[in-house]
């Protein structure tokens, strides 16, 4: 299964199917594909299943994650569904969930909201709980989930924030959720999507370092505990870019950075690079509304008690405004106060916000200043981008730079 395209199984794809990445790539560079369960190890010598014994001089483990099951009364009801990623799970769930008309999803991450945003396309009447003050807490500050959820609501959506869910109840095809608040609620169907657990199990089997709730412990190189073993992905330890703390996050871009890094380096070090920590980034859209995000927030920034100083900015990413496919871009960047390194970022707008965080998320791996960023030397086009007197990257730069030399001044 492709994980970031789960959501998109209840209305814009056709069938879970069409979600499952082909082995194309793997058959093209002659890769033998061997299906099968990894059971326990003898030495250099890994055991199936049915008792094959595989040899090795270097192992990957990239055995993924498991969704995380509450301990709420009621979650074994039929209805309540943990959201996973296990085919023949998720093609069950598909087909009961379409035939229901009201739809209640715990979890206001990136991934319950792109379930709400499909489930209310296809015609569904949908309800977010997230326990959380605002969406997409983890990921973004408040007023940005301010604006995903003012998105949601306008589709028809219910969002309920700051509440939890203690327990599931009801006979028959309906479901009663109570609300840590006292309230309850009546629906045909509820979608537990409250993120994944790193799948270590296999460490576990293996006698390898694992931390249950970070996963497979790995070095920089992601070697663990047995230097010719290496893991990646969810089940691997990710560290904070900024503070070297273990992170909880599973993205597939991270993954992918891990992959790269790991196969660059198993017989030698090839890349000489150190994978440095996570930063999160990551892009969702609802309805018309993207939304992109990489590095820290300013909830964490204040959090970790780091001086910084925010610079802001709004523009249309064409010029002139009035051009077709015009969208509004706003824009939030945290920059450290006194190195001047940018530290983060959060956009809002059209379809042009991924690319605008994956550059951000460069911008912030290079460590570059505010003035080298107010310095870019870009490519505009009235079709494509925001004028150059209007780019948001730089002029929430030179917000913040004004900021800061107001600050000094006052000083």
């Not at 890994?46 to 709420?72: Q, T």
């Not at 045909?188 to 293996?206: E, K, L, M």
């Not at 150190?274 to 892009?283: C, K």
């Not at 993207?290 to 990413?317: F, P, R």
Request: hydrophobic share 40%; charged share 20%.
């Amino acid at each position: 299964m492709i994980p970031c395209g789960i959501p998109y199984v209840f209305y814009s794809l056709d069938s879970v199917d069409d979600d499952i990445l082909p082995d194309t790539i793997i058959h093209n560079n002659k890769v033998e594909l061997i299906i099968g369960e990894v059971v326990s190890r003898d030495g250099k010598f890994i055991i199936m299943k049915d008792g094959e014994r595989l040899g090795f001089d270097k192992l990957v483990l990239a055995a993924g994650s498991l969704p995380i099951k509450p301990d709420i009364p009621g979650i074994d009801k039929h209805g309540v569904y943990i959201l996973s990623k296990d085919r023949d799970e998720l093609i069950k769930m598909r087909n009961e969930i379409i035939s229901k008309k009201n739809v209640l999803i715990v979890g206001g991450g990136y991934v319950g909201i792109e379930l709400a945003d499909q489930l209310s396309s296809a015609g569904k009447s949908v309800t977010i709980i997230e326990m959380m003050p605002s969406l997409l807490p983890g990921s973004v500050d408040p007023e940005f989930g301010a604006k995903i959820q003012e998105t949601l609501e306008k589709q028809g959506n219910t969002v309920i924030t700051g509440v939890g869910v203690s327990a599931f109840g009801g006979n028959g095809a309906e479901i009663l959720v109570d609300l840590n608040n006292g309230k309850q609620i009546k629906t045909d169907a509820v979608i537990i999507s409250i993120g994944f657990r790193p799948n270590t199990s296999i460490a576990d089997n293996f006698g390898l370092d694992f931390d249950p709730v970070f996963g497979i412990e790995v070095d920089e190189y992601l070697r663990t505990s047995e230097k010719n073993i290496f893991a990646i992905g969810d089940c691997a330890t990710k560290r904070n870019c900024f503070t070297g703390e273990f992170r909880k996050i599973m993205l597939a871009s991270t993954a992918m950075s891990q992959g790269r890094l790991a196969g660059s380096n198993l017989y030698a070090i090839n890349v000489v690079k150190t994978f440095s920590g996570t930063l999160g980034s990551f892009a969702t859209k609802v309805g018309n509304l993207s939304l992109g995000a990489t590095g820290l927030t300013e909830t964490q920034a204040k959090g970790m008690g780091m001086k910084y100083v925010v610079g802001q900015a709004e523009t249309i990413d064409r010029h002139p405004g009035k051009l077709p496919g015009a969208s509004k871009i706003t824009l939030k960047l945290i920059y450290a106060q006194y190195t001047h390194v940018l530290l983060g970022a959060q956009i809002l707008g059209g379809d042009s916000v991924g690319e605008a965080a994956n550059m951000l998320s460069v911008m912030i791996q290079k460590k570059m200043t505010d003035m080298e960023i107010d310095t870019l030397q870009i490519g505009t086009h009235p079709l494509l981008t925001s004028s150059p007197l209007g780019y948001a990257i730089i002029n929430a730069t030179v917000n913040a730079i004004m900021k800061w030399y107001h600050k000094m001044e006052n000083d």
